[in-house]
């Protein structure tokens, strides 16, 4: 009997995490050409992967939690990756002040509209940034009882974008400058 495999009912006790999708997408190359510290690299490639910490991953992962579903928002739904950064409402408000439309796509599909959306060649940079400070309004909220709010979670990508463009290319720097401040 194989060890991951439950004794009598043979279920796997830690079954393979699905993955979104193929890590053949070009977001792949695009993840590790952005001007975002490394940090935010390493989350959203989780991110990809569908291996972030989601409570949706800790189910998968046979943790027990009190709630499995989102805290951003009042729909009682499992807190999915694609829940928490396209679907629920709280994300949707975080994209919309920034000047973007999230649907009901998955994860590639949106990553591919946001970047024909945005339209400068630091779109990645921006998805990367705006996903991270959801991800900490979520995080805030769980760990320290803040309450997740739009002007906070704009605010703080205005906070962190500012230190991404620092790290940009220099020929990038003023245009970044630009599209921030008309992003603020
Ligand atoms: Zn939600």
Do not use: Y
């Amino acid at each position: 009997m194989i060890k991951t495999f439950g004794l009598t009912s043979g279920v796997p006790l830690f079954p393979p995490l699905p993955k979104l999708t193929n890590t053949s997408h070009d977001a792949f190359k695009w993840l590790w050409k952005s001007a975002c510290q490394n940090k935010h690299k390493v989350f959203f490639w989780l991110l990809l992967n569908d291996r972030l910490s989601t409570r949706e991953l800790l189910k998968r992962k046979n943790m027990v939690l009190p709630s499995f579903t989102c805290v951003c928002c009042t729909l009682s739904v499992e807190e999915l990756v694609c829940h928490l950064f396209i679907n629920c409402p709280f994300a949707q408000l975080c994209w919309s002040s920034i000047g973007v439309v999230v649907g009901q796509d998955d994860a590639f599909t949106t990553l591919e509209n946001l970047k024909i959306q945005l339209g400068v060649p630091f779109s990645m940079d921006i998805i990367i940034t705006m996903c991270w400070c959801i991800w900490m309004q979520r995080n805030d909220l769980i760990f320290r009882g803040i309450q997740p709010t739009q002007d906070q979670c704009h605010r703080h990508f205005g906070k962190e974008f500012s230190l991404v463009i620092l790290r940009a290319k220099v020929g990038l720097k003023q245009f970044m400058s630009s599209w921030l401040e008309a992003h603020l």
